[in-house]
């Protein structure tokens, strides 16, 4: 994995990259399908070994001090804990936050000096590096989060690297708006006018922070780090302590572009702590201006209140939820569903929680369907779905946190067991925590047990009045509590219609009668908006202006011209 | 003044305006000189009749009640008190936050539905209006904040409408650049591919207020109204209780316009209140999502700290400074910073405060000056630029607050007296509170002096070691107590090299060398980024991307289509 040590310079990786930098800003005007990185782990693209070779590169970890060159170290720390009972044991720097910060900073003028084009460049030939690596990301994720291995890979790679490749052009189109310079010249009548030349500098607003989750290591934060990094930001990256392994490779192919570039590889390195008060002083440095967070809302919201120096992007809790009204596809749907709730067995911040039916059934091409009948026939298609010991393993994946499996035993405290969660042993991990989802009914008024996320495979079928009902007990969800996804499943307009208004007032992306390949917590980078930014689980979206516009500034200077 | 009752439709009024919508648009690419709005209160241009029908118009108003027709009035109120002595006594409905608030909120839907294009239509509709009425808010603007009439015509009519209508362009290009609706369509190798339609709705934030200040009631407050409207949020203007004719004329024509184009017209209402509480009430309220404020870091540090659920773009005290390193046009300098400090004495956010000379004196196009020689011919620059009474009375307007009286009184406290302050009789209007400048000389170690805002004609030539000192304290005073505008007097390049740096390091508009009709304290719309949003001064700019991407959340929904 070595490379050459040939300088390349931004202006010349900007040429590199510049068609696939123009597709993607064409891609994000139109929001249709695109990539440039293929979500499929072939051979022909990835290369004939890339599979071994990145199993290898990952197990070549194992045990070993995983040194980045980086600043302020003090010493090094082991702290993942492999949800498929691999024994990891990776050590990873711990630094020093002022040194971090110390070295970001000085590296800051010289980012900023070669512009938005240079900036660009770099970030593309970055992700490029990440995207060749894919396999060895795609281990990593798997062995940290529980993956299973396509999500890993695709999730973990592709789709990520699509995600960061977005924010970095939204980051462009808003940079290269602004015009490097002007001459304004204002007519005075019959006086020679007024001429001033005008030049516009955009400049990073300062250390950027990207704080990631333990499910998601990479796609939750490339968002972040291309966004601040793109904007002329130097970045710190905090992994969640048991998912360090997929940031740090990525943070070291960074600091190896941008070394090579001519450029200060301090511009993106790793914080690796094992105690949040350290992330929390990080967080409340007066040097930290931005900070992305991905995690749970007790944390996510100590930030917002404390962390006041930085404009805070946080991707939070909620409960997603989907409303079943009618249906002309039953079938179809209790399998688009079943898929929902199997994958990573529920560990997606996307996934439903709450599935509101009425009371009194629904119709369906197979005749009525009474409530008690909805929640017997989707359990029976998750049994159905799972049947295969070697397609369970590979959906479900492995149980990431303890915490997840406390949940999951606790869960029939608060309804009516449909489906009950059961181990399911792993072919090739036998200490892995493989668990299925467990389905819940209960009653609208029982809010205490379905209105606060419960993350993993957890889901209440909740009886609600009727449909109308339905509808706006979702908004009313959205509103107090968050969401990522909601979905309505209606063969009648005026529901569809409803809900769709419903998800306007709450701010909420709608999926609406899925019975195919698309499954609602799925979001396709260049394409769907992940989080709104509009309700409790976030206040920013990826990616949309909002996103990247905030992250820098423009100053100016002028002076008289003839 | 009143109107025909024929409905235009938003899509009608976008038609009308598109080609100087798309000119703005054009014109915040280029950011070179442009205006639709012509500065110069020509009768050619605005009508023969139109100076004295825009002053009869105002006199109109005093003693009466101004109706408005907006829900919850619960009295009437009359708190302005002209600078310049004149009687007002306009009184203002009083009304009930929450009753504004749920008129705000019912009204939005139907504001939704019509789309950016509407919108940005039925904003430009507004601004015309404004514009052909722009004697009538000159003397609206001049009698309530103490302006100079020249200057209460440009800056609170073409200019402040330059900054609305810059603010609807900067919206309307976020807002254009978001797809109505999308075709994505996933290849699935030998299997049909996946297809989806996807429709992506854009939906405000809730209910913004804009919140006046008592100089720049239309300047100041176009920005966030217009910002905030045409990205789809109902707008409550909160005037300041000493400048509030110019916002209800302001209010009361975007009310007709939409009423006329069939809309609800409680999306623009007036919050005249005389108890900071109440504003303070408002501005906490949960349906508030975005809070625009100019006035005093007080009130605004409590707003960041108090509306929490609310995004505010606040602008705040700042100590802009002057560094005079060398120059080749002496007396041109002395002339521009006198001018500077005269204008609308010194009651501009741009307005200089401190000056920075080095304590060895500079060099000049008229030989080595010493400091004392600086501080002697810039006062006596100021004295002879205010020798005409008529000249002075109309380029130092009035002294807006008594507030700034009591800091004039006593300013010689805080250095050594070069120019005192005198007052000067008008000779229209005998109870207007006309100063002239007070300019005091100090060391660059009384930082207690210099190193807070003082509102008014007051300002410091400030004694430091050498130019690079004044260069590094320049940067100081900005990163630490914040400025809109820095300005640098230098032949060397090394000189304006460093001061550039130290703009990009503090993050502050420079100008650079101004002898000529362009001024430090002068922001044209369309060119000039007025704040940089980076120092304690300003968390925003106007107008920049940021400044509206946030104001508008993107909401989606997708169902499979064949």
């Known amino acids: 994995m070595s490379h050459a040590a040939s300088t390349t310079t931004p202006a010349q990786l900007f040429d590199k990259h510049h068609a696939t930098l123009e597709a993607a800003v064409q891609a994000i005007h139109a929001r249709g399908y695109w990539t440039p990185y293929p979500e499929m782990p072939s051979p022909k693209v990835y290369g004939e070994t890339a599979q071994e070779d990145g199993r290898r590169a990952v197990e070549a970890t194992f045990g070993q001090d995983f040194e980045l060159d980086q600043p302020g170290r003090s010493g090094w720390m082991a702290t993942e804990r492999s949800p498929y009972g691999v024994e990891l044991g990776v050590r990873y720097p711990v630094c020093d936050a002022d040194a971090l910060i110390a070295a970001a900073h000085a590296a800051m003028p010289g980012w900023q000096r070669i512009g938005?084009?240079?900036?660009?460049?770099?970030?593309?030939?970055?992700?490029?590096?990440?995207?060749?690596?894919?396999?060895?990301?795609?281990?990593?994720?798997?062995?940290?989060?529980?993956?299973?291995?396509?999500?890993?890979?695709?999730?973990?790679?592709?789709?990520?690297?699509?995600?960061?490749?977005?924010?970095?052009?939204?980051?462009?189109?808003?940079?290269?708006?602004?015009?490097?310079?002007?001459?304004?010249?204002?007519?005075?009548?019959?006086?020679?006018?007024?001429?001033?030349?005008?030049?516009?500098?955009?400049?990073?607003?300062?250390?950027?922070?990207?704080?990631?989750?333990?499910?998601?290591?990479?796609?939750?934060?490339?968002?972040?780090?291309?966004?601040?990094?793109?904007?002329?930001?130097?970045v710190i990256v905090k992994p969640h302590q048991n998912a360090i392994l997929p940031a740090a490779i990525t943070v070291r192919i960074a600091r190896e572009v941008l070394a090579e570039a001519g450029l200060d590889p301090n511009l993106v390195t790793l914080a690796a702590f094992d105690k949040r008060e350290a992330t929390q002083a990080l967080a409340t440095h007066p040097a930290v201006k931005s900070i992305d967070f991905t995690g749970g809302n007790s944390f996510g919201q100590w930030l917002i209140s404390n962390a006041k120096q930085a404009q805070v992007y946080a991707e939070l809790a909620g409960v997603n939820n989907v409303v079943i009204e009618s249906t002309d596809q039953y079938k179809a749907m209790l399998r688009n569903l079943a898929f929902t709730l199997c994958l990573y067995s529920g560990q997606m911040c996307t996934t439903t929680q709450a599935i509101l039916v009425p009371a009194g059934g629904i119709a369906t091409d197979q005749g009525h369907k009474s409530y008690d009948e909805v929640c017997a026939d989707l359990a029976a298609s998750i049994d159905k779905f799972l049947a295969d010991p070697a397609v369970a393993t590979a959906v479900l994946g492995a149980i990431q946190s303890p915490d997840t499996l406390a949940r999951i035993a606790e869960a029939p405290e608060h309804g009516r067991v449909v489906l009950a969660s059961r181990k399911i042993e792993h072919a090739e991990f036998p200490g892995a925590e493989v668990r299925s989802p467990v389905l819940l009914a209960c009653d609208a008024a029982d809010e205490k047990a379905y209105m606060e996320e419960r993350f993993g495979p957890i889901a209440f079928i909740v009886k609600v009045a009727d449909g109308a009902a339905a509808v706006a007990l979702s908004e009313r969800i959205v509103r107090e509590h968050g969401a990522l996804t909601v979905g309505i499943y209606s063969t009648r307009a005026e529901v569809v219609d409803a809900m769709t208004e419903a998800s306007w007032h709450a701010g909420v992306a709608l999926s609406i009668n899925l019975t195919g390949g698309v499954f609602v917590n799925q979001s396709a980078g260049f394409s769907d908006y992940h989080g709104v930014g509009m309700n409790p689980a976030a206040n920013a979206s990826l990616s949309d202006s909002a996103f990247v516009a905030n992250r820098f500034r423009v100053v100016q200077r002028r002076y008289h011209v003839e």
């Open 116 to 234: 938005a084009q240079g900036r660009a460049g770099v970030c593309l030939e970055i992700l490029e590096r990440i995207n060749k690596r894919s396999f060895e990301i795609a281990h990593a994720v798997m062995l940290t989060t529980g993956q299973g291995w396509m999500m890993a890979f695709q999730a973990g790679g592709p789709h990520a690297q699509d995600r960061g490749l977005e924010a970095v052009a939204y980051a462009y189109r808003e940079m290269k708006f602004v015009p490097h310079e002007t001459v304004w010249e204002k007519p005075q009548g019959k006086n020679p006018p007024l001429k001033m030349k005008k030049h516009f500098e955009i400049v990073g607003r300062g250390v950027a922070l990207v704080i990631g989750c333990g499910t998601f290591p990479t796609w939750n934060t490339y968002p972040g780090l291309f966004a601040a990094l793109a904007t002329g930001n130097p």
